[in-house]
């Protein structure tokens, strides 16, 4: 996900109610949302162990170093990692779950009370939805612009629960503060200075994207999110719930996230793949559903500034041999080329960035 101004998503039959409906009725997964054959055409791989980044091991001057060329070895091999001792309270996490869960057990009604308006992304509904014949995701969202506080359109953040608002904002402050810590080891394990990494995302703006995922008896033929990398700096995703979805694509193959408790699962995104001249990854990854339990995820989304020209750092240009992987752009031009692309990954939009 990204800037709510760089894109827009067409109305769709909500999931949730659909599969309520749906469900006990005997009848296939209506056609829009049967992808048998695209998800069966890589092999899956049960319990992948990607890499644990520790950050209490980071900050810890004994550990620093070792634990530093951990991340940076996550960050170039995998493009994905979890995060443990990240220093978030738990009462925070906790707080957030419970509202994002009481949310989505509101009636659809009251949910409709936030849903996206003509032409916008921030809100309640679904995402890159772009024509009338596209297959879908078996999935519902609500997407917010959380930081900084002028972006927000309180129109979309609920009010019910009535604590959502203020849980959101405490759980925002805490993993922006995570985030600044993680560029900062990032940009020392690239070998420029401290801050530089953070100097592209000044004022850190965040988005969150909070995916609900009902039940499907047919969860072999549909997808809860499509496969596609994130055109963000970082992503932090919390498991809402105890039910698996997360795959990542490595070698050929979908490789199943099982999430650690009390981690995050910190994904690297196209802009910090740019920035570093390709030293990191931005991975393809998706998201699949459970025949009979729902699923919850947010996604705590840190992106540069509209207007920001995003290109590889000078000197890690530099410093290669080979020059500039990468082309330089506007944030906002590469986000329209992001949404263009209707989600089909580094086969299009990251594609269009490199210097062959």
């Known amino acids: 996900m990204a800037h709510a101004k760089a894109g827009a998503s067409l109305p769709v039959p909500n999931v949730q109610a659909l599969a309520q409906t749906w469900h006990g009725s005997g009848e296939p ?3 829009r949302y049967v992808r048998t054959e695209e998800i069966g055409a890589g092999e899956v791989v049960a319990g992948c162990a990607i890499p644990v980044v520790d950050l209490s091991r980071l900050l810890d001057p004994r550990s620093s170093e070792v634990e530093l060329a951990n991340l940076g070895s996550a960050c170039q091999h995998w493009g994905f990692f979890q995060l443990i001792n990240h220093g978030v309270p738990d009462e925070v996490i906790q707080d957030v779950k419970r509202d994002m869960m009481e949310f989505f057990k509101l009636p659809l009604e ?3 009370v936030h849903a996206q308006v003509p032409g916008g992304l921030e809100g309640y509904g679904q995402a890159f ?3 009338e014949t596209q297959k879908l995701d078996w999935a519902d969202m609500i997407y917010l612009m959380i930081s900084p506080k002028e972006s927000r359109d309180l129109r979309f953040w609920p009010t019910r629960p009535p604590s959502f608002r203020d849980s959101v904002d405490r759980y925002s402050a805490e ?3 995570v985030t600044a810590c993680l560029l900062r080891f990032m940009a020392a394990d690239l070998g420029v200075e401290q801050e530089r990494l953070l100097e592209a995302f000044r004022g850190q703006p965040q988005s969150m994207r909070t995916t609900y995922y009902p039940p499907c008896r047919q969860a072999a033929d549909v997808l809860g999110l499509s496969p596609h990398t994130d055109a963000t700096g970082l ?3 919390l498991h809402v719930n105890d039910v698996q979805g997360l795959q990542i694509r490595r070698d050929g193959k979908w490789h199943a996230v099982d999430p ?3 981690a995050f699962v910190v994904s690297v995104g196209d802009i910090l793949e740019i920035l570093s001249n390709g030293r990191y990854r931005s991975i393809e990854h998706r998201a699949v559903v459970h025949p009979d339990k729902e699923r919850i995820s947010a996604a705590m989304f840190h992106q540069p500034c509209p207007n920001t020209m995003v290109g590889p750092l000078p000197e890690l240009v530099n410093r290669d ?3 500039a992987r990468y082309r330089s752009m506007d944030y906002m031009d590469f986000m ?3 949404f263009a692309s209707k989600l089909d990954g580094r086969r299009s939009h990251m594609d269009a960035m490199r210097i062959y």
Do not use: E, M, Q
């Open 321 to 323: 041999s080979g020059g």
């Open 110 to 112: 009251a949910k409709k």
């Open 29 to 31: 997964v209506p056609v």
């Open 175 to 177: 993993t922006a503060k």
């Open 235 to 237: 992503a932090l995703l």
């Open 260 to 262: 650690l408790d009390g």
């Open 336 to 338: 329209k080329n992001f």
């Open 129 to 131: 939805v772009f024509s």
